[in-house]
Each structure stands twice: as C-alpha cells, then as structure tokens.
C-alpha cells in the first residue's frame, strides 16, 4: 500500500516512544569482584525475566528508579559502606 493510499484510506500510525539513549558515556571503574558480584545479580534477574535481554547497563539504571523503597535504599547505602 502506498503512502497515498494509506492517506486516502485513513490508515494512520501510531507514534511510538523510543527508548533511545543520549550517548553520554559513564566511566565506571569496577574491580573483578564487583564485576562478578553484577554478573551474579544478572543472572538471577534474568532467571526471573527471561524473556528480556538483561545486561550491566540495564540494571545499573534500574538501580536508580528504586528510590522510593526505603528499606532497599538503606540495604544499598549499607552495602556502600560495607563493600566500596
């Protein structure tokens, strides 16, 4: 179907909102311990949702949409303290 077709027709489409990332770049050091222990939680959360592709950077910023579950802030500053 051409484009003119769909105009006459009245076929319209639907906007879809990207996820597109601003390609800034993080520099984020990490040592081979911290490197296994986000490997681990990776595998247990892509054991959870298997139908997505979990990586590094997708859990890292997870991480910061969890605000508002105090408990879980305070386990995280707590491991701040502990491990860094």
Do not use: C, F, H
Not at 19 to 35: V, Y
Not at 49 to 62: D, E, F, H, T
Not at 64 to 82: E, F, R, T
Request: no cysteine; glycine share 4%.
């Amino acid at each position: 179907m051409s484009r003119s077709d769909r105009i006459t027709k009245g076929v319209t489409r639907v906007v879809e909102k990207r996820n597109i990332t601003t390609g800034k770049q993080m520099n984020l050091r990490m040592t081979n311990l911290d490197e296994d222990a986000l490997s681990i939680m990776i595998d247990k959360i892509q054991e959870i949702v298997p139908q997505k592709n979990i990586s590094k950077s997708r859990v890292l910023r997870a991480v910061g949409y969890l605000n508002d579950d105090m408990n879980l802030v305070k386990k995280l500053a707590k491991s701040v303290i502990n491990n860094t």
